[in-house]
Every structure is written in C-alpha cells, then in structure tokens.
C-alpha cells in the first residue's frame, strides 16, 4: 500500500475505538511529570471517552469537539475547567494521530477548536480576612486531630501552599533565618525550589501540633487515628481536603476547596501590600486559650 493509500484509510477511519481511545490516553498520561496533571487530565480524557462512545459513528475530529464543548458548557462548568478538558482533548488527538489512528489534518482541526473566554470572572472562591477568620475558628482546638487539621489550614491560607506541599513538609524544612521563620526547599510544580516565608501565626499553630503530636523528625504532619492515637505514617492530599471541607461545613462557606485558599492567601497578601507577614488572619483563636 502507498503511502497515499495509507493516509486516505487513515482518515475513512476516523471513528476510534475505545482500545485506540485507551491507548492514547495512556500515552497522553506517560507523558506527564505532574502527579495533579495526570489526574486532571485522566478524569478529563474519560468524561471524553464516555461521551464520545456513547454517540455510535461518530469521528474523532473538530465537528465532534466543537460538540463536546458546548456540552461541558451546558454543565456550567467554570471557563478554567472547560479550556483543561480541551487541552486534554488536543492532546488525546495529538497522540492518535502519533499512532496512525488519526490523520494528521484532523488532528490540526482538533487542535484548533478555541476554549471558552474567561470574561473576567473570578476563579475559585476568594475569602475575605474575617471569613478566613472564621475557617480558623472553626477548627476543633481540644483534640489531635484538630490540631494537626489547625496547622494544615495556616499553611494553606498564611504561605499559600499547595495541599501536596502541606503533605509532603519535613520537619527540617520549617528554619530560623534572620529572625524570621521560613520554609526552605519547598519543590513546586516543574521542580522549581522557592523559600516561602512562615507568618508568626501559622507557625503557632504548627508548633502546637508538634507539641502535643510528639513529632521531633519527618514529615511535620501524620495520621490521626479516631481514638486521638498519632500513627508514624505521613498522610494523604486527600486528607487535605477533607479538613477544609470539615471545617468550612462549620464556618457556613460553601464550595471551599485548598486551592482556593491559596488564592485567598494571594488576595489578603496583596491587600496589605504584599508581604505574609501582614497577612490579616490572626488566628486569635481557641488554639492559644487552649494550647
């Protein structure tokens, strides 16, 4: 067969099965270092899957995506959302066409298909210095688990951390620099190192959970067990979210998520000129009466 021939069966054979389909996800997902990426991207290209395998005879190219979008966008979807599960769309016909499943000029229409304008809306849910207030106030003082819940939540809104950065923070990290406390070789995303600078508070509330967990070394944050037993074992993203879902249920803040907290951090930095160490969450809190 010639090389033309190869080419027109290529794109009469359009409609991709759902083991083709499989497969470029696999290696859209190979090629991705970030551990969220990957997720995002996964949960993204098999929302895609599903509704593509559930229209019969359709082809894989830009008319079909163009569909897709205007169905994520019948789900109020935010524009953030919508444009990543574009992007992992392109990238799912970038590697069919790599395997020969897909032409290469539908894969440039895919390619084409524009995401959704933002308009100027905000992203996330942005907290105000007293509903941050309210979070923290939130947090049940008198137990282990509220404790550690505490210090995970000042990091999120006092250094603006990601939740895998809260979880993955060693003891040794947390230093003493020119009378200020900071954390040092914090590994963000693409493996950049930064320095980010610890407010006074925050670093309160860390050091009544290594107080009362007995933490001297490690990871600074651990399993707690429902009894209030404190476990060796360093815990999960997950449970990350939990704690702010927890306690923004009782604070009354809806749709609250980590990362929304670090926008927060962001925004009240800013407000007070820039620096965290102005940043107007000063946990007055039931920790300190408590501690």
Known sequence: MSKKQQRKSVSSSATLTIPELEQSKAAVLNTLASVHSRRSYK??????????????????????????RS????????????????SAIRRL????????????ELAIGIRRVKGVKWLGRKIGNWLTGNQAQELLNAVPPNTLRGRRDGAMLGLLLGCGL??????????????????HWVIVDLVGKGGRLRTVPVPAWCKGLVDVWLRHSGVRDGKVFRRVLKNGARQ????????VWYAVKRCAKRAGIDNLAPHDLRRSC????????????QNPVSTRSRFRAND
């Open 93 to 104: 016909a970038d590697e069919s066409a790599e395997s020969g499943w897909l032409s290469p």
């Open 71 to 86: 169905f994520l966008e019948s789900l109020a979807l935010s524009a953030a959302t919508i444009n990543l599960h574009l």
């Open 43 to 68: 949960y993204a290209i098999e929302r895609f899957i599903a509704w593509y395998c559930d229209r019969p005879r359709l082809a894989f190219n830009r008319s079909v995506v163009v569909q897709y």
């Open 232 to 239: 060796d074992a360093g815990v999960a993203a997950n449970l």
């Open 162 to 179: 990601r939740r895998s950065e809260v979880v993955g923070l060693r003891l040794d990290q947390l230093q003493l620099r020119e009378s």
């Open 266 to 277: 962001a925004r009240l930095c800013h407000g007070c000129g820039g620096e965290l160490e």
